[in-house]
Structures are given as structure tokens and as C-alpha cells.
């Protein structure tokens, strides 16, 4: 028997002033800022888009940059919200609000055993790819199986959802970081009889002339 599919929605939070920082700095499960002036405009463009799709549940990481992006598309599509503790960013240790090009200097070892194999070697005192792999996949398996045939939202994190992008595309997860995934960027994945399958990645029309 085939079962309807389940549509999984999986969207990155709007972005911060840490995205915007010249360069840019590590943003990971410690920090919890919110939105910026272009992240709520971002998800305020993104909740107007989910107003033409028929969602049956809202999903979110407990940050708060994910929080209120995903509060955008609840009062779009009129649903409350739900948040997974499991779904945080990475924790990025030591390396919290800081650029690579501070890392690179300050922790030349650390710096270049991440860039080799990040599935293996995490940020320093913080996770490893393949620890975010092993923390969000059985998440994202369970929340499939409870809304078969359903169309379910989610709203994470760059790391989080390249992680799960790299493992329904059955990548080394390693090569997750190579993955391009925009603030309020929308993934579209559909499973039929429990397989998820990527179906559309890193959408950012819904961004345009912002």
C-alpha cells in the first residue's frame, strides 16, 4: 500500500547582524540574537509566501532567530508553533563570535583538522558535523513518520539543515559545508512511504527586491 507523501518544508531562519558582519562571524547554539532589520523583512517575505501553501504543522529550533522567523509563517498559515530542543544550531565552542580569519591565527591546528574533515573534528570545544548529523537525522525521521501525508514546516539552522540536505543526498557529511543554504532559504523534501527525498534546495525567489 502507497501512502500519500509527506511534504517536508525545511526553511533557514532570517538573517542576523552576525550573518551580516564583514566577515562574518560564528553564529552557533549559544548565541541567540534576534533577527535583524533584513531578517524580519526576509521572514515577513517568506510568511507571505506560506500563505498559498497548505501546512498542517510548525516545527522550530528554541532559538530565537529561528522563533521568529517561523512566527512569520504561523500567522501566515494560521498554525501554532512547536519548538525542538534538538534542533539548535551547532555548538561552535570556543569559536563563538569569531571570524575564520581570528580562528586561523589563534588556532592554526584546530583550524586546519576542521577544514579537513569537520565529520570527524568539530569546532574547538564545541560539535563535529557527524555529532549534528547523529543529533538531527533521528528528529527529522520521527517527524516524518508522525505526519504521513501531511505538510509539515521547519525552521533551523544553515548547519542543521546542511547536514540533513547532505544526508538525504547521501553525501559524506563532511561535504555538507560545501552545500549553499540562504537566510530564509526554502527546501523542499517529499517522502512516500517513509524515503525522504530532496525535491528542491536553497529556493530564494520569495527573496526577490528585498
Known sequence: MIHQPTT???????STLSNENKPRLLQGSGVNSGLSDLGKRQARRVGEWFRHVPVDVVYSSPLMRAVETAQEICGAVARSLITVPELVEVDVGLWERQT?????????????????????????????YGDVQRRIVPVFTRLLEQHVGQTIAVIAHSTVNTVYLAT?????????????????????IRAIDGVPQLVTMNSIFHLEAI
Open 8 to 14: 517536508l518544508y525545511l526553511i533557514r531562519h532570517g
Open 100 to 128: 575564520w580569519d581570528s580562528i586561523k591565527v589563534r588556532h592554526p591546528e584546530e583550524y586546519a583538522r576542521f577544514h579537513g574533515d569537520c565529520s570527524q573534528y568539530g569546532y574547538l570545544g564545541g560539535e563535529s
Open 168 to 188: 538525504l543526498l547521501k553525501l559524506e557529511v563532511k561535504l555538507a559545508r560545501k552545500l549553499p543554504q540562504e537566510n530564509c532559504a526554502v527546501n523542499v
